[in-house]
């Protein structure tokens, strides 16, 4: 497309990623990577990723877990830094990378990818370039700590996977307190702007949260507070489709099971 000033895509592909809803089943994951408690895939990241910079541009990831985000800019030809509190996880990340580095050779060479080791409250401290697009999903809250959850039987038993993130009380996942949790995350990725390219854009993977029968709004309330901040441009929805359905309130009251989440898009508009 000529004048095309987003991405390096042409208009068909373009027009595709705009519907505002996708399926995406995540491929089972490697076994380096299964001691992560909530990865997203690095497919699904690339997709965005080749959607909001294009080649050689460099993307963020605050909360890098272990670093799909860095993995997904690197086959798709962009730079990329990554932030990631747990040094387990930043080290895991730095390893994975290395190894895609070298299955992709020569044509990564020129390209940066780093891993630190820190806390995303402290971003503008790490001395990282001006960045062309954020791409990111933080801690669902202290979800990883529920007792019931579904998901998180499998981990109480196995010795090589996590349960939680960790037990550091800068690890967001660890403040119980909704509101806190809330105001944390808007301070964290609010004080991204003075990082991101004028323009660019900033893509959070989120779902709202289920917990005690009531529904905590997650997505809509980062949505509205971080509009304070940057234009909330759109939502885009990720959907699962291959996920066991499982009988919460069966015979009795409503209680889905949770198969999407938010891709909540917002730019830094100057205006803003
Ligand atoms: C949902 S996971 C991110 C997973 C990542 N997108 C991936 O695919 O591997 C959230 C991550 O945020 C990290 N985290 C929590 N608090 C943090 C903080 N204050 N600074 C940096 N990372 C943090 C956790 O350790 C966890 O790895």
């Known amino acids: 497309m000529p004048n095309n000033k987003l991405n390096d895509l042409d208009s068909k592909t373009w027009l595709k990623f705009q519907k505002s809803w996708f399926i995406h089943n995540p491929p089972p994951r490697k076994k380096g990577v299964l001691v992560h408690p909530a990865k997203f895939p690095e497919t699904m990241a690339q997709d965005f990723i080749e959607f909001f910079t294009k080649k ?15 993995i997904a800019a ?9 932030i990631e509190l747990n040094p387990k996880y930043a080290e895991i990340a730095e390893q994975i990378i290395k190894d895609e580095r070298s299955a992709l050779g020569k044509q990564v060479k020129a390209l940066k990818s780093r891993i630190i080791n820190g806390d995303a409250l402290k971003a503008v401290n790490y001395k990282l370039p001006t960045v062309d697009y954020v791409l990111t999903s933080p801690p669902y809250w202290d979800m990883l700590h529920a007792k019931g959850a579904e998901t998180q039987k499998k981990r109480r038993t196995s ?18 307190d909704y509101e806190k949790f809330l105001e944390m995350l808007v301070e964290i990725y609010a004080g991204l702007k003075p990082l991101l390219r004028e323009r660019a854009y900033l893509t959070i993977i989120v779902k709202n949260i289920k917990k005690g029968g009531k529904i905590y709004p997650l997505a809509w309330d980062l949505a509205r507070e ?26 009795s009251a409503w209680v889905s099971n949770t198969f999407h989440h938010y891709c909540l898009q917002f730019r830094n508009d100057p205006e803003n």
């Open 56 to 70: 050689n541009q460099i993307v963020l990831d605050p909360m890098a877990g272990t670093g799909s985000t860095l």
């Open 74 to 82: 690197l086959r798709a030809g962009r730079n990329s830094y990554g």
């Open 159 to 176: 010795a090589d996977m996590d349960v939680f993130y960790s037990d550091d009380p800068k690890d967001l996942g660890n403040i119980h």
């Open 226 to 251: 971080l509009s304070n901040v940057y234009t909330l441009k759109d939502e885009k929805l990720w959907l699962q489709d291959n996920q066991p359905l499982a009988p919460f309130g069966l015979g």
